[in-house]
């Protein structure tokens, strides 16, 4: 039985800033990602995508189209974002105009294996680990379960 070889893919339209890290293998295309980032193996970013400064993506993560994470972030292991709502009842069947964007502020960590659908999450706000986040997070403090809920309200998270 002959072996298999996974290749990295990185395309030559990915804007990187300075001192990023990546640990591959990985899929990134079409994708902007700030100084100082860090990306681990078995991580895809897909084209429209912006990742802020200082952020540290962990491994086995997916970040679709049309997602903006800001500076200071933590995203887990195994964390899924989703643009395709199905709005109309099924899959958008890659009608791009069907899919929604998601905008993550600065300064916030989500847990392994979360899931974000399209929403807004302001700054200073903390997922925990299997979380499900289905609507927007006006709000900074601690938010875990399925739907995500406010379990926790801080002030101020600080990642660094």
């Known amino acids: 039985?002959?072996?298999?070889?996974?290749?990295?893919?990185?395309?030559?339209d990915v804007v990187f800033g300075k001192g990023v890290k990546v640990v591959q293998p990985v899929n990134l295309y079409g994708c902007?990602?700030?100084?100082?980032?860090?990306?681990g193996p078995f991580t895809e970013i897909q084209?429209?995508?912006?990742?802020?400064?200082r952020t540290k993506i962990q491994s086995h993560s997916f970040i679709c189209e049309l997602v903006t994470i800001g500076c200071d972030c933590f995203i887990g292991h195994g964390v899924m974002?989703?643009?395709?709502?199905?709005?109309?009842?099924?899959?958008?069947?890659?009608d791009q105009s069907?899919?929604?964007?998601?905008?993550?502020?600065?300064?916030?960590?989500?847990g392994s294996n979360a899931t974000i659908l399209a929403v807004n999450i302001c700054d200073n706000v903390v997922i925990g680990a299997g979380s499900v986040v289905t609507k927007n997070i006006t709000e900074p403090g601690v938010y875990?379960?399925?739907p995500a809920r406010l379990i926790r309200v801080q002030d101020r998270i600080n990642n660094k």
């Open 1 to 12: 039985m002959e072996p298999q070889i996974f290749e990295s893919c990185i395309k030559k």
């Open 144 to 146: 875990a379960g399925n």
């Open 32 to 39: 902007i990602i700030g100084d100082d980032c860090f990306v």
């Open 98 to 110: 069907k899919w929604k964007e998601t905008n993550i502020g600065n300064k916030v960590s989500i």
């Open 81 to 94: 974002f989703i643009n395709d709502l199905f709005s109309s009842g099924g899959p958008a069947g890659g």
């Open 47 to 53: 084209k429209k995508v912006t990742i802020g400064n």
